[in-house]
Each structure stands twice: as C-alpha cells, then as structure tokens.
C-alpha cells in the first residue's frame, strides 16, 4: 500500500490548523523568525516505523525550506535510541511542526509495532493478520497503512466495498419468510450486487457454518469461536466442494492468536491492532 499524497494532505492541514491556529503565540514571542537550528526526531522506544513520509509532507506545509532527511524507512524495526530522521532550518518553523509530527509518527509506529507483533505470531502457519473497520474517524486511511506497513494485511476499507452479512443483518431479515436461511442470504446479495462483488458472511456456530457454506460465499467469518469449533470448520471445508475463505474474528490477543492460526484458517481479522495500540513514545530535540 503506498500512501496517496492527495488523501493524505487534508488530514494533514486540519490536523496542523487544529493545534496552530491563528499562531504558535509561545515561539512567536520568544524565538527570532530568522534564527536556523538542526533538531533529530528520535524514539525512546524499540518500534516499527511509520509515517516518515508524512511527517516530510507535513514540515514542507509549514516551511518547504525546512530539510528533512530521514534515516531510515517506514517499516523498519528500530531500538530504542534510534534517530529517524534529521531537520536543518528556521527554528520556528520546526516548533511549529514539531508536536504534530510527532502525534502522526507515535500513533501509527503504535499500530504498525503492534501489528508486527501478531503477523509474527501467524506467519509460521500461513495465516494472514488483518485489520478492521474499528479506526478512529477520519484516520482509517492511515490506520490501515500502518497495519500494511507492520506486515498485516487490510480488510474492506468501509462498507462500499465488500458485502458482510453480520448479525443484525441477519436478525432482520430472519423474520422475512423468504430469507429464513444463512444459504438465502448470501444468495439475496449476490443477486443485488454488482458481480464480482465479494460477499462475506459472519456465523457464530458450527450449524451456521453449514447453513452458509451451502450458499458458497467468499467468506465466512467465525466470530468469537473457541480454536475446537474453528478447527471443526475448517475440516467441514476440507471434507467439501466449496471451499471459501476462512475468517476468524473477535477476542483475538497476543497471548491466544498463535492458538487460532494452528488451525489453519485462511486470516485472522483483529480489531485492537486500530483501536488499543500503544503509541511509541518519541521526540523532537533541537541539537
């Protein structure tokens, strides 16, 4: 996934009017607009990187005088200590910058650290990590490139562009005769869906899984199963013609992912990686 500078300007411009606002009053009063110092962006944590880019985009919206020569490259594994990146110039321009740089850059080096630590748990089994629609509003975009950068793997980026039959889905439309079945539900999709489409349906049970293997879905996605009832579908597919994607998704951990990809389903889709990453800590110090 490469990052679509186009998309990626807005946040950045709101992001920067929300903390400067009419003016940064503090440099403003106490540091003289011609005045040039060298500072170094370092982490204070071992993490995987990201968001270089877009802290050199965000610097060149404040001062495109402002050098910015980074050290290393988005998704690589640092140690603590490390320097990420080096800027030569005007003083002010780089205390203006320097808290929002650093609020992109510890948030996703967060999530794409965090989402190393799963992908390396799964990767002995072939199973792929992948990222959910539990983002913060309007950094999905984002969120989901660090999941990309940290090795994992994106699910559908918003509703327009995969079906998924989820539970309240599923609880209204069981009361319609027509639609008293997992199998009539997929086919009701596919039907009023461009083709192509992927369609993708969430089962709770190994008797759902059965009821929606035979309407030959793309996916199914077993949600909140324990590893004996995921391993039992997984033979179900094994032992049939249709063999759909295997989804497992819900109470996913580090201390219990590498449980789930033993049993050989296709990926496991983790909501914490967005939305309970720890943001790395790092700074900005003037040298």
Known sequence: MQLDKERVMPIIKAALKEDIGRGDITTNALIDKFTSSNASITTKDECVVCGLEIAEWLMAQIDYSVRF???CKD??????????AFLEGHTNFMLRAERTILNFLSFLSGIATLTKQFVDKANPYSVKIMDTRKTFPLLRYLEKYAVFTGGGTNHRMGLYDQVLIKDNHIKCQMSNVKCQ???NLVEIARKRNLKGTKIEIEVTTIEEFNDALTGKPDIIMLDNMDPRNVRACVEIRRLSKIKPIIEVSGGITLDNVEEYAKTKVDMISVGSLTNSAKAIDMSIEIV
Request: net charge positive; proline share 6%; charged share 25%.
């Open 75 to 84: 998704g690589q594994l640092v140690g603590s200590g490390k320097e990420l």
């Open 181 to 183: 079945s997992l199998k």
């Open 69 to 71: 020569k980074p050290n």
